[in-house]
C-alpha cells in the first residue's frame, strides 16, 4: 500500500541523533527539511551507494514524496574493511568495546569513515553525494559521543569524534563532507 504525503523534503531515519546533526549542517546551509522518524528494511550489500540508492528508491515508491536518506559506515583496513555496510548492525552487537577487542594487537590502525546521501526526486532519479574521511581507531573509547565517534580519530587530529566539540567535528566529518555536496546540489536543482 502506498502512502502519499505532503510534498515536503523528508530525510528519513531512524536515528536521532544523525537527524540532529544533519540538521545543523543543512540549516547552516539553508535547507529545511522534515525529519521522518523511520525503520525500513535495507538490502544487504557490501557498498554503501547500493544500500543507499535502493533504500531512498524503495522509500520513494512507498511515500511519493522528496526525500533523503544517508548510509554511513567505518572501514577498518587491518579487518578489510570491517564492520563497512554493516556498522550500524555490529555497533549495536559488539559495540565499540567489541571493535577495539578485535583491534587489540592490531598496530596498523588505519580505518575511514564514509557516508553516502541519497536523494529521491521520483521513482527513477537517485542521486548520490558522498564524503570520506580517513583516520585511525582509538586505543580506546575517549569522549561522550554516539556510534563509533569515540573510538574514531580523523586524519591530523589527536581528538576523537566524541572529544571534539560539535563545530570542530563538522569540520572533518566525513557526513559533514557528504551533506554539503548535497546542499550545494541541491541549492541549484532541487
Known sequence: MNQKISSTLLFVTSNPNKAS???????????????????YQEIQS?????????????????????????????????????PGPYSSYVYKTIGNSGVLKLMFTI???????????????????????????LGRIADKKKGKGWGFDPIFIPRNCDETYAEMGI????????RYVAFTKFSNWFKTHG
Open 21 to 39: 546533526e544533519v540538521r545543523k549542517i543543512l540549516n547552516k546551509n539553508g535547507i529545511s527539511f522534515h525529519h521522518m522518524n523511520a525503520s
Open 167 to 174: 563545530e570542530s567535528k563538522q569540520r572533518v566529518s566525513h
Open 46 to 82: 557490501s557498498s554503501l551507494k547500493t544500500i543507499a540508492t535502493e533504500s531512498a528508491r524503495c522509500l520513494y515508491e512507498r511515500l511519493k514524496t522528496p526525500l533523503f536518506l544517508e548510509d554511513s559506515g567505518l572501514f577498518i583496513e587491518q579487518l578489510s574493511g570491517f
Open 107 to 133: 598496530a596498523n590502525r588505519t580505518s575511514r569513515f564514509e557516508s553516502v546521501v541519497a536523494y529521491a526526486e521520483n521513482d527513477n532519479d537517485i542521486h548520490l553525494f558522498s564524503g570520506i574521511v
